[in-house]
C-alpha cells in the first residue's frame, strides 16, 4: 500500500514536470510566431538562420535564445505574473513605476520623476530666445504629472521629485515675454479624473479643464465662458504604456474620451503628403496604444484648418497637446502643430513659419517630464 | 548555456531527456557526452576542444597509473604530466592576466596582456575534476576507466560542468556503468530541479537586484544601514543562486540516475566558522582538504606546521575563486578566523549562549562576503568604510534606505525562513501524518508553482546574471 502511493505521487510530480517542460516546448512548435508585440510595442524576434558560419559565429545561438524569449507561449500572461508575484513580495515599484491605490481601490501607475534642473534650464532658455524672436504673443502651457499630486501615496522612501517645485522652477525663469499658464491648481481638484491609471498621458477630461482654464486666464474666452467637454464618443479597455512596463493582473483598463469637436475642415500631416477631416485616426482605436488615435500619434507638422472664425495659432508640442487640440478647434481658425522631436529647422525655423502661415500667437504646451527630459528644445536656437 | 534560461528549459532539456529515454542503454552516456559537449560549445564552441584536451590526458594517465602493468616510476611521470598540464591551463587562463598587471604595477614593467584571453567557463571546477581522477588512480584509490567514453561522459556531464558541484569520479564510477533510472529517482530529480530554480530565479535574482542597485548607489545617497542591507542582500543572493545551481545540478543528475553529493547543509545556520566550511560549498573544501591539506601534512607534523597548512588551503580556496586580491583576502581572512578557532576560540565559543554564537558567525560571514562581492578595491574599501561608520554617513537617512529596506521587506523575511531547515522538517512531518495528499498534492503543486513562477521571472527577462564566469 505504502509503495503504491509513493508510486502514485511520483508518477503525478512526474506529470507535472514533463507538462510544463514539454508543453512549452510543443507550444514553441506548434503555436505560429508573432511577428510584433503590442505589449512591447517592438518587432519579436523570429527564427534564426541555421549555417555553419551562424554558429560559429555565435549567431545562431543568441538568435535561438532571443527567438524563445520572445515567441514564449503565454509570454504576456507570464509577464503578468511576474509583476503581480513581485508586488506580493511588496514591490511596488517596478520598472521605473510606482503602482499605488487610487481612493477608490483601483490601481494607479505613476512614473518616477527625478528633476533635473541642468535639462529644465536649457530648455527654458531655448524657449526664451524664441520668445524674443517673435513679435506675437507667446504663451506657455505647463502640465504636471500626475506625481505631482500622489506624492503622498508612494510606498516609503519614494526617491520621486516635486514636480511642483519643478513647474515653480520653471515659472521663475521663463522670459516675462511668454504668458505662463501652469495647469497645477487648475488639475488639483479631483486629479484622478484628469490622469489615466495605466498610461503616463492626461486623460480628455484633464486636457479639457486645462484648455479652457488657460482660454480664460489669457482672455481669449469671458470668465464664464467654456469649452465643451462633453465626450461624443468613449472607448473601452484601454492599457496604456506604463501598465506595459509592469503589466498586472488586477489593474483596470482605462476609458479614452473623444471630444466632440474633432471633425474639422481639413487637416494635414505635412511631411508625410496625407490629409484628413478628423483629429481621430480611428483605426487606433482597435489597437493596445488607444492615444495614439488623437492625430495619430506625434508628426513633425500638423496643420489643422478648423473651418471656424478665430486667430490662427501655432503650437509648440509633445503627446500632451495630441488631446488638447480637441478643446482647441472652436476657438482657432488655423492650428499647426509643431513637435520638435521631428521637426527639423532646415527648411524653415518657428519664426519664419510663424511669418509665413500669418500666425497671431504661438502656444507652448508641454508636461513636466517633457521640459525636464527633452534635449531636443536647441534646435529653436 | 544556463540553466535559468528559457533556452535551456524548453529546448535543450526537452531534448536531452527525449532522447535519453528513447535510445537503448549502451547509447546513454553517449547522448549525454554528445549534448554536454553542445551545452558546453553554445555561445563558445572552441574552447570545447581544451576540455577534450583534458579528457585525453586524464584518460592517458589513467591507463599509464594502472601499477599492475606500468612501473611505478612512469606512473608517477604520467600523474605529475596530467597535474601540470590540468594546473597549467588553469594558470594560464585564469591568472595570467592578473599576474601581468600586477607585475606592471608593481614593478612598474610593460608586458602587454592577453586582451582576447577569455576564462573558458566551468574551466575551475572540470579541472579540479580531471584532477582528483588521475590523483585517486596513481594512489590505487579508484581503478582507471577503460572507456573513453564513460569517462568524457563523466567530466562533461552537463548538470554539473559550469558551476559544480565538483563531483568526483569516485561517487559515480560505478554509476557511469551501472545506473538505473527509476520513477522515484526521477520524481526526486525533478522536486530537486524546482526547488534550485525557484532559489535562483526567484530568490536570488530578486535579491540581487537590489544589491547591484545599492552597490551602483552614488555615496550621498547611502547610509550605514543601507551598506548593511546591501551585502545582507548579497549574502542572501550568492547562496540562493549558488545552492541554487547545485540543487539543479543534483536533481537534474537524479532525472538520468547519477547520485551526486550534497554541496551546500543550510550553512547559514552554523555557530562558528568552522561550521560554515562544512556546510558551505562542500565538494571545493572537500577537495582542497583531500588533495592539498592533508597531502600537506595536516595535523599529523605538530602544530606549526598544521597551521601553515590551513593558512596555504584557505589562500588557494580564495585564489580558487576567481583572480583578483579580494578573492584572496577573502580566503585568507577565513584561514585567519579558522586558525583562531582552532587555536583558542572554538573552546571559547562554546561557553556562550547559542544564539551569540551564531551572531558571531554570521556577522563574520556577512563581512566575508563583503570582501568576496567588491573585485575593485576601492569599492571595496569604500563599502567596508561605510559599513563601519568610518565613511561619514548617517546611520540612516530615512530615504533611499527606508525604501530599499521597504520594498523587500517581505523578501528579507521569506529569505531568512528559506535558509533553515523548516521546510525541510515540515516535509518531513507531512510525509509522516499525510503521505497521500501531501506526495500526491501538496508537493506536485508546489512544485508546478515553482517551475511556473520562475518561468514568469525568465519571460519578464528580469535581472538574471551568472556569478560564477570568474571561477
Known amino acids: 500500500m505504502e509503495n503504491k502511493h509513493r508510486r502514485a505521487a511520483d508518477i503525478v510530480m512526474i506529470a507535472v514536470f514533463v507538462i510544463i517542460i514539454f508543453g512549452f516546448a510543443l507550444a514553441l512548435i506548434i503555436k505560429s510566431d508573432r511577428d510584433f508585440s503590442e505589449m512591447e510595442n517592438r518587432n519579436l524576434a523570429q527564427k534564426p538562420e541555421l549555417s555553419w558560419s551562424s554558429i560559429k559565429s555565435g549567431d545562431f545561438s543568441d538568435g535561438l535564445e532571443s527567438y524563445i524569449s520572445d515567441q514564449l507561449f503565454a509570454k504576456d500572461a507570464l509577464v503578468t505574473l511576474k509583476t503581480d508575484f513581485d508586488r506580493l513580495l511588496g514591490k511596488s515599484y517596478q520598472n521605473g513605476v510606482y503602482l499605488i491605490k487610487d481612493s477608490d481601490g483601483r490601481l494607479r501607475y505613476v512614473q518616477k520623476y527625478t528633476e533635473d534642473r541642468e535639462q529644465i534650464r536649457e530648455n527654458a532658455e531655448c524657449l526664451n530666445d524664441l520668445a524674443d524672436k517673435l513679435s506675437i504673443p507667446v504663451d506657455m502651457i505647463l502640465v504636471p504629472n500626475v506625481s505631482a499630486y500622489t506624492l503622498d501615496k508612494l510606498p516609503a522612501g519614494a526617491d520621486c521629485n516635486d514636480q511642483k517645485k519643478s513647474v515653480e522652477y520653471v515659472g521663475s525663469i521663463l522670459s516675462d515675454k511668454i504668458g505662463f499658464y501652469p495647469m497645477t491648481e487648475t488639475l488639483a481638484a479631483s486629479y484622478e479624473q484628469n490622469y489615466y491609471l495605466t498610461d503616463h498621458h492626461w486623460t480628455s477630461w484633464g486636457a479639457a479643464l486645462a484648455a479652457e482654464d488657460y482660454l480664460r486666464r489669457s482672455g481669449q474666452l469671458a470668465a464664464d465662458g467654456a469649452v465643451n467637454k462633453e465626450p461624443s464618443e468613449t472607448v473601452k479597455d484601454f492599457y496604456g504604456t506604463l501598465y506595459s512596463k509592469a503589466p498586472s493582473a488586477f489593474a483596470d483598463p482605462d476609458v479614452l474620451e473623444i471630444g466632440s469637436s474633432c471633425g474639422v475642415a481639413e487637416i494635414e500631416w505635412v511631411a508625410e503628403g496625407k490629409s484628413g477631416d478628423n483629429l481621430i485616426e480611428r483605426s487606433f482605436l482597435e489597437k493596445k496604444d488607444k492615444y495614439a488615435a488623437f492625430l495619430g500619434g506625434n508628426f513633425a507638422q500638423v496643420r489643422i484648418r478648423t473651418g471656424r472664425e478665430g486667430e490662427k495659432v501655432l503650437i509648440l508640442k509633445d503627446s500632451y497637446a495630441n488631446a488638447a487640440v480637441q478643446y482647441l478647434t472652436e476657438q482657432y481658425s488655423e492650428i499647426t502643430m509643431i513637435d520638435l522631436r521631428y521637426y527639423r529647422m532646415q527648411e524653415r525655423s518657428v519664426s519664419e513659419l510663424c511669418e509665413d502661415y500669418g500666425v497671431d500667437r504661438v502656444i507652448m504646451l508641454y508636461n513636466m517630464d517633457f521640459i525636464n527630459e527633452d534635449r531636443n528644445f536647441v534646435w529653436l536656437s | 548555456m544556463l540553466f535559468s534560461s528559457t533556452t535551456f528549459l524548453f529546448v535543450f532539456l526537452s531534448l536531452v531527456l527525449a532522447c535519453y529515454f528513447a535510445v537503448p542503454r549502451f547509447l546513454k552516456n553517449a547522448v549525454l557526452l554528445v549534448f554536454s559537449l553542445v551545452f558546453y560549445a553554445w555561445g563558445e564552441p572552441v574552447y570545447v576542444f581544451l576540455m577534450l584536451g583534458s579528457i585525453t590526458v586524464a584518460y592517458l594517465t589513467g591507463l599509464f597509473c594502472d601499477k599492475q602493468k606500468h612501473s611505478g616510476r612512469t606512473a608517477l611521470i604520467s600523474v605529475i604530466a596530467a597535474v601540470v598540464w590540468n594546473l597549467g591551463l588553469l594558470l594560464f587562463f585564469k591568472y595570467t592576466n592578473f599576474f601581468i598587471e600586477n607585475a606592471n604595477s608593481l614593478m612598474h614593467m610593460n608586458i602587454s596582456p592577453f586582451k582576447d584571453l577569455k576564462l573558458p567557463i566551468g574551466i575551475s571546477f572540470y579541472s579540479f575534476q580531471t584532477l582528483s581522477y588521475v590523483i585517486d588512480v596513481y594512489r590505487g584509490g579508484v581503478k582507471s576507466q577503460r572507456n573513453f567514453l564513460n569517462l568524457a561522459t563523466y567530466v562533461t556531464l552537463f548538470p554539473q560542468l559550469i558551476a559544480g558541484p565538483i563531483v568526483r569520479y569516485q561517487t559515480i564510477e560505478e554509476q557511469l556503468v551501472n545506473r538505473r533510472e527509476s520513477l522515484q529517482q526521477f520524481s526526486r530529480g525533478v522536486k530537486r530541479f524546482a526547488v534550485g530554480l525557484g532559489k535562483k530565479v526567484i530568490l536570488a535574482n530578486n535579491i540581487g537586484a537590489l544589491f547591484s542597485e545599492i552597490s551602483a548607489a552614488p555615496q550621498a545617497e547611502m547610509s550605514v544601514c543601507a551598506s ?187 529569505l531568512i525562513i528559506a535558509s533553515l531547515p523548516l521546510f525541510k522538517k515540515l516535509g518531513e512531518v507531512l510525509t509522516v501524518k499525510l503521505p497521500t495528499a501531501y506526495g500526491c498534492v501538496i508537493e506536485p503543486a508546489c512544485t508546478a508553482f515553482l517551475l511556473i513562477v520562475s518561468i514568469a521571472y525568465l519571460a519578464g527577462n528580469s535581472f538574471n546574471p551568472f556569478l560564477y564566469f570568474r571561477f
Open chain 2, 228 to 414: 548593511w542591507l546591501g551585502i545582507i542582500a548579497y549574502t542572501f543572493q550568492i547562496y540562493f543562486d549558488f545552492s541554487g545551481y547545485s540543487d539543479m545540478a543534483i536533481g537534474l543528475g537524479k532525472m538520468f540516475g547519477f547520485d551526486f553529493l550534497e554541496n551546500f547543509n543550510y550553512p547559514y545556520i552554523s555557530d562558528s566558522i568552522t561550521e560554515f566550511w562544512r556546510r558551505w560549498h562542500i565538494s571545493l573544501s572537500s577537495w582542497f582538504r583531500d588533495y592539498v591539506y592533508i597531502p600537506l601534512g595536516g595535523n599529523r607534523k605538530g602544530k606549526v606546521r598544521q597551521c601553515v597548512n590551513i593558512m596555504i588551503v584557505w589562500f588557494l580556496t580564495g585564489f580558487w575563486h576567481g583572480a583578483n586580491w579580494n578573492f584572496m583576502m577573502w580566503g585568507v581572512y577565513f584561514g585567519i578566523i579558522l586558525l583562531c578557532e582552532k587555536l583558542f576560540l572554538l573552546a571559547f565559543l562554546k561557553k556562550l549562549p547559542r544564539i551569540i554564537r551564531h551572531i558571531y558567525a554570521l556577522l563574520l560571514i556577512v563581512i566575508g562576503w563583503g570582501i568576496f562581492a567588491f573585485e575593485d578595491t576601492s569599492a571595496l574599501l569604500r563599502n567596508l568604510k561605510n559599513m563601519f561608520g568610518l565613511g561619514g554617513l548617517p546611520l540612516w537617512n530615512g530615504g533611499s534606505d527606508k525604501f530599499w529596506l521597504m520594498q523587500n521587506a517581505i523578501l528579507f523575511v521569506i
